[in-house]
């Protein structure tokens, strides 16, 4: 990776871009990308539905990033089935083989299965795998990986505290932004089998939803539909500071874009990257023209409040979800042009068709300049859902009256805005094809001593030199040579990857020689750099080092030897009993559920902080649910309540971390997804001591995983699911924050977010301000508690979060008659009316 030193000894992050394709990723080399990330196929990455690569077009794009001084990443960034997990592996041999320089992984049990046949494989913890703090970071260190992918919620002053773990780490800087913390999100899979575990998310923060009472009455201004959309990402103005904190890599999103919003972006942060190595101020204009490349790429308006731990409604595009483009001008006159028909292609009856045209010309005053066959959005302010698009039809400065023509007339004052740049559109085109293809640097050393053969000698900024010796130099038999005609023909590399940038000529005086010989020297010496650069990342090497791909079976007799080398007793001697569990939001439905039957109470934090003094069951055990969020500002609240020799829940890394550290019984939380018997060992062998497993999978995956722990496996079985965890108070949509949580009456109410169905999610806001959002529907499994329990599920949770002390009640009896009716050979009762049996039948794609 290219690292820079600017001053104080730190280092300029490496600019890391992404393609979901060939296309824009010629784009992102030819804007000066230092590392690309992308998917190899469409099986096991997080956008399954961009174009991503053959096998043919990988190869390629690694060898032109070698080339050019850039390194590859490969997205393997989803959840991975036990039975997938010979084919995720057989791509990963495949893409290291190919030229892959790293590995973006979000599951356990892949990273550790790698980490195991190929430990010269260098692995990236992904975003997804929810780190955001400096003992997560370190869990992963510890681990073996290369560099942890930061939540992107964190602040500059969180940075810089990780950093002091001694991993690289790798941030978003600019792009979309998720509303829910990565890897937690099950909003998409809830409504279908789109899961954004699986690469396949549907956006559903993207749509719209009425933040509603108790009483459905909408709380939100009008216009603010969009309660779960946030801006776009933008960290230009930051970067420096991001660099003084640490950060090793500045990650662009956009997998899912076009070519010239990838060289737009790239472009930007390159320049500005720069001249902060450089320690230079920016030429006059050139940051203009920078912040105009970004604004004129898609981009729902730009926010930074994470980087100084702000998540307040300056972050939100509550009005909108597409792109906004950049503010240049306003309506000042319109004129309706009438109508006209048209003739329309085919005949109906024997007759021509016709179709009506209306034509207006609109008057554009401009704010900022456009350029011809620029795409332009007029929004009238009096009803924006009634915008339209035009081109303009040439260049025009700041200041210039245009007039475009439109569909329709527009109204006087309708602000305008350029959402496609043409020139950004042409500019990414050509790089899209390869023709602005970048060049490596290199230094040239050119040795001309009479009686010693010719010598060319490169040398890359990074150190990588190749040799090449020819024809023994004779004195001059008519004219001799000069410096300037070697500068000239050895500098001639114009088909070639390379660049010359500097000269050092060695020249006895007299020297003469035939031009064409220079030339074959040359290009000996670029095509052994050539070979020196890909040598290292070429299949020939790598596969010497490679072991094949394991089989099923093989993987299988790994995880047992792995129990073995751990300590952990392999299955087939545990109590088939089933604990029925309750989640709940007090100590007086507490004592409902206990009541009901729960032999095993589970309490947030902020529950048993909240109830520290009030009458909680006696003789039930009492287990703190940590946070699936566990930052630096986190640790004084949650870190008590993990204790040794007791249970707790534990959320993500750092808190399962901290539960080893301190000799708690961990019980891995369902965020922190176990798909596969791989990761169920690695987190075995990292001390779990007890798993609930993810609502994501499917009855047959449940039963298929349960018999394979060694410690006790659990599962929500009645309640609503969490469906998104977000940093962002969704109750700000009404927009009368007081910025006090504890006070907050709104807070204290039943709030919802009405979907465009008319389901309503209920919404939470935690002490913290984080709001938790839960499924439109109860799920209720204890249909199917005749197949768990046989399986070896031993711990059957009624999540008790929403619900008063009588409700909880009913839900744990009902948990409580599944099981008897177990033990006395019956079938359980039918499904409760109005529940769904979330995914153990219809799984996520």
Known sequence: MRKKQFRDNHSVPELLAPAGGPEPFNAALAAGADAIYCGLGNDFNARRGARNFTDETFAEACRAAHLAGARVYVTENVVIRTEEMPAALALVRRAWLLGADAFIIQDWGLLSEIQRLWPQIEVHVSTQANVHDARGTAWCRDLGVDRVTLSRELSVAEIERIAREGVELEGFGHGALCFCYSGVCMMSSLAGSRSANRGLCAQPCRLKYELVNQDGKRIAPVGWDRPLCPRDYCTFDDVERLAKAGLGSLKVEGRMKAPDYVHSVISAYRAQLDDLDAGRIPPKGSEDARRELLKRAFNRDFTNSYLDHRSDNDMMSYERSNNRGELVGKVIATRDLGSSKVKRGGRAGGRDRFRTITRAEVDIVLDRHVGKGDLLEVRPIADP?????????????????????????????????????????????????????????????????????????????????????????????????????????????????????????????????????????????????????????????????????????????????????????????????????????????????????????????????????????????????????????????????????????????????????????????????????????????????????????????????????????????????????????????????????????????????????????????????????????????????????????????????????????????????????????????????????????????
């Open 385 to 845: 859902t009634q915008f339209l698009t035009v081109h303009a039809q040439d260049d025009a400065d700041a200041g210039a009256t245009i007039t475009c023509i439109a569909s329709r007339p527009m109204e006087v004052g309708a602000p305008v805005r350029v959402i496609r740049s043409q020139a950004a559109m042409d500019a990414g085109a050509r790089a899209a094809k390869g023709e602005d293809a970048p060049k490596r640097k290199v230094a040239v050393r050119v040795l001309a001593r009479q009686g010693e053969p010719f010598c060319v000698e490169l040398e890359t900024l990074d150190g990588i030199i190749a040799r090449a010796e020819g024809f023994v130099v004779e004195p001059a038999r008519t004219k001799a040579v000069c410096e300037g005609d070697l500068v000239e023909h050895v500098g001639r590399m114009g088909q070639t990857p390379f660049d010359p940038v500097s000269f050092d000529v060695e020249l006895d005086e007299g020297c003469g020689m035939g031009f064409s010989a220079v030339h074959k020297v040359r290009a000996a010496a670029c095509e052994l750099l050539v070979q020196k650069i890909l040598g290292p990342s070429s299949a020939s090497v790598r596969e010497r080092d490679l072991a094949s791909v394991p089989s099923v079976d093989e993987l299988a007799a790994a995880s047992s030897e792995k129990r073995g080398a751990c300590g952990i007793a392999t299955p087939g001697s545990r109590d088939a009993s089933a604990e029925v569990c309750a989640l709940v939001p007090s100590a007086a439905v507490a004592r409902a559920a206990a009541e009901a039957g729960a032999t095993r109470i589970y309490a947030t934090a902020d529950t048993l902080l909240a109830d520290r003094d009030a009458d909680w069951p006696e003789g039930v055990q009492v287990v703190p649910w940590l946070d699936e969020v566990c930052r630096e500002c986190d640790h004084e609240r949650l870190d008590p309540f993990v204790r040794e020799g007791r249970a707790c829940g534990v959320g993500n890394v750092s808190e399962l971390a901290l539960a080893v550290e301190r000799g708690a019984a961990a019980e891995v939380r369902p965020c922190i997804p176990v798909h596969n018997e791989s990761c169920l060992v690695e987190l075995e062998r990292a001390g779990a001591q007890g798993f609930w497993l993810s609502p994501e999978l499917t009855l047959e995956e449940i039963c298929a995983l349960a018999p394979r722990s060694s410690v006790p496996v659990g599962l929500v079985v009645s309640g609503r699911t969490r469906a998104m965890t977000s940093e962002h108070c969704v109750l700000q949509a009404a927009n009368r924050c007081i910025h006090e949580c504890a006070r907050c009456k709104l807070r204290q109410q039943k709030n919802s977010l009405r979907d465009q169905d008319g389901s309503l999610l209920p919404v939470r806001t935690d002490l913290q301000g984080r709001s938790r959002i839960y499924s439109a529907h109860p799920l209720d499994a204890t249909p199917q508690a005749t197949e768990l329990l046989a399986a070896g599920v031993s711990r059957l949770m009624a999540d008790c979060t929403l619900l008063d002390a009588d409700e909880a009640a009913f839900a744990v009896q009902r948990v409580v008659r599944a099981v008897e009716a177990v033990r006395q050979g019956r079938r359980p009762a039918a499904r409760a009316q109005g529940s769904v049996s979330g995914h153990l039948f219809a799984g996520i794609a």
